[in-house]
């Protein structure tokens, strides 16, 4: 009877004994909540980038929606300066600081087309910093403002003397036009 009152009192030691199961599930739940929260964080970090992002977008998609150079010389010259004005804008948010490296985009007005002028940027991210979950797959991201774009001076007065029937003004005028806001 030896043998088996052994047996029982191994299999008493192994039911009674659980030394490090607390220590074990501790750590196996701990290392999963703190994965989690780095996941968590990550993904807050990519939000942050961004809306910082789509703010200097938006602040150039202002600026080309507002600026005019005054020139009179063509409309051309005037979109394209406001265009400069727009990139310049874009370029003093210091995203490089942030490890963003973004691509700016001016989408000029076309004649009788002005539906989608403004400004866009495209980046890329990483999805996660952990590749056991996200890998090393990059995501492209858009950030696009629409805004439109104002009439310039040029354009305000040539359609202001062709409704008034003085046809395109010239370069000199004797009158004051005044369309109050074109």
């Known amino acids: 009877m030896a043998p088996r009152d052994s047996l029982d009192q191994e299999r008493r030691i192994l039911q009674t004994d659980q030394k490090g199961q607390a220590s074990i599930e501790f750590i196996l739940t701990f290392a999963f909540g703190i994965g989690l929260s780095l996941l968590f964080v990550s993904l807050a970090i990519n939000m942050t980038r961004g809306y910082l992002v789509h703010y200097a977008n938006f602040m150039a998609s202002r600026t080309f929606l507002s600026y005019d150079s005054g020139s009179t010389n063509t409309v051309d010259a005037s979109i394209a300066s406001a265009a400069n004005r727009a990139r310049d804008t874009f370029n003093r948010y210091p995203l490089a600081s942030f490890d963003i490296e973004a691509i700016f985009k001016v989408n000029v007005p076309i004649e009788n087309a002005q539906a989608m002028s403004g400004s866009t940027a495209m980046f890329k991210e990483?999805?996660?910093?952990?590749?056991?979950?996200?890998?090393?797959?990059?995501?492209?991201?858009?950030?696009?403002?629409?805004?439109?774009?104002?009439?310039?001076?040029?354009?305000?007065?040539?359609?202001?003397?062709?409704?008034?029937?003085?046809?395109?003004?010239?370069?000199?005028?004797?009158?004051?036009?005044f369309d109050n806001g074109c």
């Open 126 to 177: 990483r999805t996660t910093p952990l590749n056991l979950v996200g890998g090393t797959n990059e995501a492209n991201f858009l950030s696009e403002s629409f805004l439109g774009k104002e009439p310039v001076r040029l354009q305000c007065i040539r359609s202001t003397c062709g409704a008034m029937g003085l046809g395109g003004c010239g370069s000199v005028m004797d009158v004051t036009v």
